[in-house]
């Protein structure tokens, strides 16, 4: 089946450093990638839309100079989370539609969980 | 905000059908029905999805009311491993295939 391969799958960083989180598709191309976020004991949260070749569709209320996203070619999304603090501390998730039309299920990495000390 | 309404959580015996409601009373007629769950620390797992017929995979069965103001996935026979948060998702086709999570429903097989 469809896999879509998160790296890093952990991460502990200073306040203040930037934190790049790499999302791939690794037997499909994926015109689309989602970004997600998930804080303890809540649902997931709908960040922005990546789209291959073209800037990224941020949600609202969501940071667009301090969530960076990146999709360079068919198989790789990335989110840089710049001058992290503590409150960006989270569980990152992405997802990638297998295409064939939008009503295609998507498919999840298995998240970045990102600490901020 | 998620156009779905879900129990929050549910409880099944191991080895017994595991039935979970699901409320999207505002579907529209392009929208489709999607579930996925989530095990804990993990991303999401597709389950299935449907648009009006009912469904069935290797995992579950999918039941759609015909007005398709609700829905209902059934695990035949749950196990441990099922124990997740289970979301019912309508899709927001005309928005690129964008994914809105509710609450979801916390279902716990037990012993």
């Known amino acids: 089946g469809a896999v879509v391969s998160q790296h890093p799958s952990w991460v502990i960083c200073k306040s203040g450093t930037s934190v790049k989180i790499e999302c791939r598709s690794l037997?499909?191309?994926?015109?689309?990638m989602f970004w997600y976020r998930q804080f303890p004991k809540q649902s997931l949260m709908l960040m922005a839309t990546?789209?291959?070749?073209?800037?990224?569709?941020?949600e609202q209320g969501v940071e667009k100079d301090k969530f960076l996203i990146n999709h360079a070619s068919l198989t790789l999304s990335t989110l840089t989370v710049t001058s992290a603090h503590p409150e960006d501390s989270s569980f990152y998730i992405c997802?990638?539609?297998?295409?064939?039309?939008?009503?295609?299920?998507?498919?999840f990495g298995d998240g970045t969980r990102l600490s901020i000390l | 905000d998620a156009k779905t309404t879900q129990p929050p959580s549910m409880d099944c015996a191991e080895g017994r059908a595991a039935n979970l409601p699901c409320n999207h009373s505002?579907?529209?007629?392009?929208?489709?029905v999607y579930w996925y769950r989530q095990i804990h620390s993990q991303g999401p797992q597709y389950i299935i999805h449907?648009?009006?017929n009912n469904e069935t995979n290797e995992m579950a069965s999918l039941i759609i009311t015909e007005d398709r103001k609700s829905s209902t996935l059934i695990l035949p026979h749950a196990t441990l491993r099922d124990t997740a948060v289970y979301y019912c998702?309508?899709?927001?086709?005309?928005?690129?295939?964008?994914?809105?999570f509710g609450q979801g429903t916390e279902l716990s097989v037990k012993p």
């Open positions: 037997d499909f191309q994926a015109t689309t």
């Open positions: 449907g648009l009006k």
């Open positions: 505002t579907i529209s007629g392009n929208e489709y």
């Open positions: 997802s990638a539609n297998t295409g064939g039309g939008f009503n295609q299920p998507q498919h």
């Open positions: 998702i309508v899709s927001y086709y005309n928005q690129g295939g964008k994914l809105i």
């Open positions: 990546s789209n291959e070749g073209s800037k990224a569709t941020y």
